[in-house]
């Protein structure tokens, strides 16, 4: 049985006051309770009393009976101002998202410009700079700024052709090192070459975390820039995180193609750790947030939030053995998995449904659960709302 709202009506050209006992209507309390009417009763008012006056009250009558439907005793529709705090989250993230988007593609005409200058470059004869150890560069992390870490891994074609690449761009180095200054939230600007020549900046300890036999083509940071996958040749951000190759953790990845002609040379690519997206923004304005994907992924997001939901913590990793496969977020961070019902339901609604919120009924620890989507990427940010 549906609960009504029903309010009292007067009548101020008569002394008779029309309340809801003349009309018939029986409840067991005050407030929003289930009403039941009285149609033999109600026909009789109708018919044999103030019918021109009542007529008008009946008809609002039906109309909040069936016009408003049901209500919920103490749940009100969000105002857009509920909605502040996530929006303005949101339009940070993507003002920085676009940012780096156009600043990567200056970076990739850049690249592209040195690769139609081959000839005239290679013709200077230029040194390597780099001292190697078997796949790997040999300078550490601090030693000197300016190097970035060379990887040649072991499945490349043609290690002499890899190696004229790396002497081709010998400049990117100082590039990287000034786009990394000038946006410190970037924790690290890599190119992976289709010759499987590899350069990362800053440096790291390439050789106790890297597998050189694996196929970084195989990998969803590069071949996601691919023409198959991109074929505007444009920016992509890559909406799942993954386990990074570099030992940085649970990140996710800014990509952009660089095209020697109509082949794919090399991608280049910046990464964010989850870890800085949540300090940056997230643990920056009170309330309880979480980031997800389109698919109900989560990304990042306040753990006491996380916790509400039913979700395990997030959990940093280290990659230390070779990656076959793509590593995406695991299903049991996916909030279809929630041992909730009702935050399952909630996903439904806000991810699948396009709901801009979603009310708990039967968790009392929440209220409500906000949702606001992104414009250039497949994310959503959720606020959770604890009870008054």
């Known amino acids: 049985m549906k609960f009504l709202c029903i309010p009292k009506f007067t009548s101020t050209t008569s002394s008779i006051t ?23 009763r109600l026909s009789v008012m109708i018919h044999t009393h103030y019918e021109p006056l009542l007529r008008f009250r009946i008809i609002i009558f039906f109309f909040l009976l069936f016009g ?3 209500c919920t005793p103490g749940v009100s529709v969000p105002e857009e101002e509920d909605f502040a705090k ?5 339009s940070q993230i993507e003002s920085e998202i676009q940012v780096l988007s156009t600043e990567l593609e200056q970076i990739a005409t850049y690249n592209e410009g040195l690769l139609q200058q081959r000839d005239s470059i290679l013709a200077t004869s230029p040194s390597f700079k780099y001292a190697m150890d078997g796949p790997f560069s040999t300078n550490l992390p601090g ?29 990117m180095d100082s590039v990287f090192a000034d786009f990394l200054n000038r946006y410190p939230k970037a924790v690290q600007i890599y190119s992976n070459s289709d010759l499987l020549a590899s350069r990362i900046y800053p440096a790291f300890d390439a050789k106790n975390i890297v597998d050189p036999t694996v196929d ?27 386990v990074d190759p570099a030992g940085k953790g649970w ?49 990042g997001g306040k753990s006491e939030a996380i916790e509400l939901l039913g979700m395990p913590l997030l959990k940093n ?27 399952r339901q909630m996903a439904q609604a806000i991810l699948v449904a396009k709901k801009s919120h979603f009310d708990f009924v039967e968790d009392t620890r929440i209220a409500r659960v906000l949702g606001k989507s992104f414009e250039q990427i497949d994310w959503y940010l959720l606020e959770v709302k604890l009870p008054d």
């Open 68 to 70: 408003l439907g049901s």
């Open 317 to 343: 990793h280290v990659y230390r053995e070779a990656i076959q496969e793509d590593n995406f977020r695991v299903a049991d961070f996916n909030l279809s998995r929630s041992k909730n019902e009702q935050v």
């Open 143 to 171: 030693e000197d700024p300016s190097l970035s870490t060379i990887v040649f891994l072991q499945k490349t074609a043609d290690p002499e052709k890899a190696k004229e690449l790396i002497l081709l761009t010998n400049s």
């Open 251 to 299: 990140i996710f990845s800014l990509v952009h193609p660089v095209y020697d002609g109509n082949q794919l040379s090399a991608v280049l690519g910046v990464d964010l750790t989850i870890a800085d997206a949540i300090d940056s923004y997230l643990d920056a304005v009170e309330g309880y947030f979480v980031l997800v994907n389109g698919k109900g992924d989560i990304i």
């Open 86 to 90: 996530l929006s303005d989250l949101v």
């Open 18 to 40: 029309i309340t809801e006992r003349t009309l018939g209507l029986k409840s067991k309390k005050e407030g929003c309770e289930p009403w039941t009417v009285d149609h033999r």
């Open 216 to 242: 970084i083509r195989e990998f969803n940071f590069y071949y996601e820039a691919d023409l198959a996958h991109n074929p505007t040749k444009k920016t992509i951000w890559i909406p799942d995180p993954y």
